[in-house]
């Protein structure tokens, strides 16, 4: 069951074979750029590029590393991205392995069409540590090693992980000869400076209007796309996507929790009474699902402001910014726990009305 081909990135494509053709392929990229542009799709093809067996143009997509690939089953090409925390605190790697295999399951009979992650997904220590485990391996078919390491600002700080933290460091600054580590991000500015310094920067941009027309004719997409009831006019769907086909998968959800989230930020500027509502609103829709959501719609709307504030040099409301982001970020770790999502909203109104940045 072959995931959706890749549309678009025609020049992006070509400048990587041709740095991979002349040897000049950093070993650790990072492609970075608007979510939903097909940055962990293009890491994809990368990785089945540099497998490819072909002898003429890569990838071929019909050698045997090619059908493997495009299968999300070849054993050289490990993807991963955030996941929810296991029940065992401590997990074993197969733990993870066995997460992940899962997880790339549905993704792949999605045909590799898939919703962006909740609120309480991450890439936790024991996924660090999985990885570092399987870099040490040798290939298993393929003459390299395909590391795709999809939202990478998502990587969660554990107290006493500072072993797999520093070790992963080295290894995005040594890699082994037979191993390619591609990181992607929508978020750049939120990765660890440590990280960020690593790997070589590489820009996805959105999609020409010409290869969104293409992706959305594919008919595994229409089907898709018809059964979430996105607006059925092409011309609209073609609006809406903006450049980013993959805006469109689950647009529905992702569009109510940014509302519920831009309506929390305002009651908050309006006075105790109003947010306290407007908590109680967010709280309840669809659980902890819905709530998670709304986190993760609250941290974009707090960057655009975080942008604005930077723009104006002003400092003191960055630093301001900033610091509320910080609690939305730890309701995002202990949502998935039996902290009431009321209790965490309230908290974050709380902040917000501190320290005065709506």
Known sequence: MPITPLYGHDSLRARLVSAHGRGALPPSLLLHGPRGVG????????????????DGDRPCGTCQHCRYALDLAHPDIRWFFPRPRLVNPDPRTEEVLDDFVDAIGVRRKSHGLYTAPG?????????????????????????RKIFVIGDAERMVAQEGADQAANAFLKMLEEPQADTQII????????????????????????????????????????????????????????????????TLV??????????VAREFLQAVSQGRAEWSRAVAKMSVAKARGLFAD????????MHERLREAAGRSDARRAAAIAHVMEVIEDAKLRVDGNVSPQLLGASIARELNKWSVL
């Open 183 to 246: 990181l992607t991000s929508s978020e750049p500015g939120s990765l660890l400076p440590t990280i960020r310094s690593r790997a070589i920067a590489v820009r996805v941009q959105p999609l020409t209007e010409s290869a969104a027309r293409d992706f959305l004719r594919d008919p595994v997409v229409k089907t898709a796309l018809d059964d979430q009831d996105v607006p059925p006019s092409l011309e609209r769907r073609i609006e809406l996507m903006a450049g980013a086909p993959g």
């Open 39 to 54: 940055k962990q799709r293009l890491a994809l093809w990368l990785g089945q590029m540099l497998l490819c067996s072909a």
């Open 119 to 143: 609120g309480t997904e991450a890439l936790y220590v024991a996924t660090i540590r999985a990885i570092l485990q399987l870099a040490s391996l040798t290939p298993a078919m393929g003459r």
């Open 250 to 259: 689950g647009s529905v959800d992702r569009a109510q929790a940014s509302e």
């Open 294 to 301: 709304v986190l993760d719609a609250l941290t974009v709307q």
